[in-house]
């Protein structure tokens, strides 16, 4: 049951896994949103602004106009007033009046009239002289106006009596003339004033009408209307001047409209355009973030499927390389298109290979600790029949066998610990001599150059060094208070020269020790044959010298090791 726990466990952990594309497709969702969020809203800050600043373009442009249209019929009302200081007006001849005024006039589409208080014109220029009354007044409710009037008056739109086209007047009360009081009329036609409308430029999709008091078309842009209609706006004769633009419906369509009302007459210029054409730059520019956005996201869904289709193909390469890792296979660090994971594809390497080096020391040693094993089984059993021979009683034996045994135990102790790399010689002498007194005591002095041996030569030199610490004990420099051991090697070209130098022993100790027991089966059978090294032993008074000049082939850890022969 825990099995199975465990393993529905590991399959709930391996669903809620997902590939890094998810993960990618996520990164790039949670970078593109927000910026797509935020560009939306830099664009309708950025047409909020430019609405704002159309807006102030059209009030200054219709501004603009209508002071136009004022300064032209500033102009027609300044011309009234030196024409009616004029001599023959005021002297009642009309005929010299209306030469020396068709003369000025001559031309320039504009025309003059003069009205009695009946409102009957008694002169004009837009037919030849003739004595008499020329005809009623077309536009009664201004001339009317004119007369009650001490400054200019500027008439609505109206049909002329003799041309029937739209005209606009500009009248002005003279009061005293020959004939009596009268009115000076300027006559022009009304799409004269069409070019003052599009003297500033409007943006595209907006419209300019002039309109008069009655709301009117006295004059319009292309397309905005014609001459004598109504404008297409509710109420359009009671629209004033407007700081911004408004919203209303002209013509049945929503419209954004700005209105400016001249200062010297009852006429407005009407500035406008179809909401949905100031809206369309917002419109394109949406569309165009759109897309551009959708573009952008295509291409950075193209971008993440190549990313995660790289990703994906290195990962299940090192899936595959720690698949073979795992079985023991060797594996090779590979090139990858990502450098992380190429880093781990070379550690993955570095691990294989170091894998297979410990995989083959360990072969290695398993070799070698059958080798010596067998070597222990071959030192054990000469060791045995040597203690045998020289032992006088079975506790004797069992006693200096185990003794034997743990100095063999000792070297195998630090063949271990330092595996291929051999074993340190002074380590070695130090280990064999300090169970039976310190080194750092005083007595015993180990000295000479670092050196390695390999497994042959440290069992044998440490069953030379344990034997001889033995000896030592019996009836040499341990057997004494004021005996000492000096331990020392020098390293030459070919051979190693040890030394082992007993001192401070009573007369005749030095040569107890001469009777053929293990230890000396130790030193001349093994250490002299099996490592082919020459031993001399050296008596004196007081003093015993081992002296072994051992060939460094011999000892050398790289140097391959020998079956050891046994003391038969």
């Known amino acids: 049951m825990a099995d199975g726990s465990g393993s529905a466990v590991r399959r709930s952990e391996r669903r809620s896994a997902r590939p890094i594309a998810v993960y990618l497709f996520v990164l790039a969702l949670v970078a593109l949103v927000p910026a797509f969020i935020f560009?939306?809203?830099?664009?309708?800050?950025?047409?909020?602004?430019?609405?704002?600043?159309?807006?102030?373009?059209?009030?200054?442009?219709?501004?603009?106009?209508?002071?136009?249209?004022?300064?032209?019929?500033?102009?027609?009302?300044?011309?009234?007033?030196?024409?009616?200081?004029?001599?023959?007006?005021?002297?009642?001849?009309?005929?010299?009046?209306?030469?020396?005024?068709?003369?000025?006039?001559?031309?320039?589409?504009?025309?003059?009239?003069?009205?009695?208080?009946?409102?009957?014109?008694?002169?004009?220029?837009?037919?030849?002289?003739?004595?008499?009354?020329?005809g009623k007044s077309a536009d009664p409710v201004a001339s009317g106006r004119a007369f009650e009037s001490e400054g200019t008056v500027v008439s609505d739109l109206v049909r002329g009596a003799v041309s029937q086209d739209y005209v606009v007047n500009v009248l002005q009360r003279v009061p005293a003339t020959r004939l009596g009081e009268v009115v000076l009329g300027f006559n022009r036609a009304a799409?004269?004033?069409?070019?003052?409308?599009?003297?500033?430029?409007?943006?595209?999709?907006?419209?300019?009408?002039?309109?008069?008091?009655?709301?009117?078309?006295?004059?319009?842009?292309?397309?905005?209307?014609?001459?004598?209609?109504?404008?297409?706006?509710?109420?359009?004769?009671?629209?004033?001047?407007?700081?911004?633009?408004?919203?209303?419906?002209?013509?049945?369509?929503?419209?954004?409209?700005?209105?400016?009302?001249?200062?010297?007459?009852?006429?407005?210029?009407?500035?406008?355009?179809?909401?949905?054409?100031?809206?369309?730059?917002?419109?394109?520019?949406?569309?165009?973030?759109?897309?551009?956005?959708?573009?952008?996201?295509?291409?950075?869904?193209?971008?993440?499927?190549?990313?995660?289709?790289?990703?994906?193909?290195?990962?299940?390469?090192?899936?595959?390389?720690?698949?073979?890792?795992?079985?023991?296979?060797?594996?090779?660090?590979?090139?990858?298109?990502?450098?992380?994971?190429?880093?781990?594809?070379?550690?993955?390497?570095?691990?294989?290979?170091?894998?297979?080096?410990?995989?083959s020391e360990v072969r290695f040693l398993m070799r070698e600790l059958a080798h010596r094993s067998k070597n222990q089984m071959t030192v054990i059993s000469a060791m045995a029949k040597q203690t045998a021979r020289g032992a006088d009683s079975v506790p004797e034996f069992v006693s200096s066998f185990e003794k034997r045994i743990h100095g063999?135990?000792?070297?195998?102790?630090?063949?271990?610990?330092?595996?291929?790399?051999?074993?340190?010689?002074?380590?070695?002498?130090?280990?064999?001599?300090?169970?039976?007194?310190?080194?750092?005591?005083?007595?015993?002095?180990?000295?000479?150059?670092?050196?390695?041996?390999?497994?042959?030569?440290?069992?044998?030199?440490?069953?030379?060094?344990?034997?001889?610490?033995?000896?030592a004990v019996k009836h040499g420099a341990f057997a004494r208070d004021n005996g000492r051991l000096d331990v020392s090697w020098q390293r030459s070209a070919d051979f190693l020269g040890l030394s082992w130098r007993e001192s401070g022993l009573a007369a005749g100790e030095a040569t107890a020790g001469g009777r053929r027991g293990f230890g000396t089966s130790v030193l001349e059978n093994m250490v002299g044959r099996a490592l082919g090294a020459e031993v001399r032993r050296e008596a004196e008074d007081g003093t015993l010298v081992w002296r072994f000049a051992i060939p460094l082939a011999a000892i050398d850890p790289a140097h391959p090791v020998t079956d050891q022969p046994a003391d038969k």
Request: contains cysteine; glycine residues 8%; aromatic residues 4%.
């Open 191 to 359: 799409t004269q004033l069409a070019p003052v409308l599009l003297s500033n430029r409007l943006p595209e999709g907006w419209n300019v009408v002039l309109l008069d008091g009655a709301g009117l078309i006295i004059a319009a842009s292309p397309g905005a209307g014609r001459t004598g209609d109504p404008f297409g706006l509710e109420d359009a004769d009671t629209v004033g001047s407007s700081f911004g633009w408004r919203r209303e419906t002209v013509e049945g369509t929503a419209s954004l409209l700005v209105a400016q009302r001249s200062l010297l007459s009852d006429w407005t210029v009407v500035a406008w355009a179809p909401a949905e054409a100031v809206a369309r730059p917002l419109a394109d520019a949406f569309w165009s973030l759109l897309a551009g956005g959708v573009l952008l996201a295509a291409m950075v869904v193209l971008v993440v499927y190549w990313v995660g289709l790289q990703i994906g193909r290195s990962v299940h390469g090192l899936e595959a390389d720690a698949r073979r890792l795992g079985a023991g296979q060797p594996v090779e660090a590979r090139a990858f298109p990502i450098a992380e994971i190429e880093t781990i594809s070379a550690a993955l390497g570095d691990a294989s290979r170091r894998r297979q080096a410990a995989e």
């Open 39 to 134: 560009s939306a809203l830099l664009l309708q800050r950025h047409n909020e602004a430019q609405e704002r600043v159309v807006e102030t373009l059209i009030t200054g442009t219709a501004r603009s106009i209508v002071q136009a249209v004022d300064r032209e019929l500033n102009a027609n009302a300044t011309t009234l007033k030196v024409l009616a200081t004029n001599p023959a007006l005021l002297a009642g001849d009309m005929a010299e009046f209306h030469a020396q005024v068709s003369t000025a006039l001559a031309g320039t589409g504009s025309y003059v009239y003069v009205l009695n208080r009946d409102l009957e014109a008694v002169m004009s220029t837009r037919r030849p002289y003739a004595p008499g009354i020329q």
């Open 408 to 471: 063999l135990a000792r070297s195998t102790d630090l063949l271990l610990a330092h595996g291929v790399a051999g074993v340190d010689l002074k380590e070695l002498v130090i280990s064999q001599i300090d169970p039976f007194c310190p080194v750092d005591g005083g007595r015993v002095t180990v000295d000479g150059p670092s050196l390695r041996l390999n497994a042959q030569a440290a069992q044998i030199l440490g069953m030379a060094a344990h034997e001889l610490a033995t000896n």
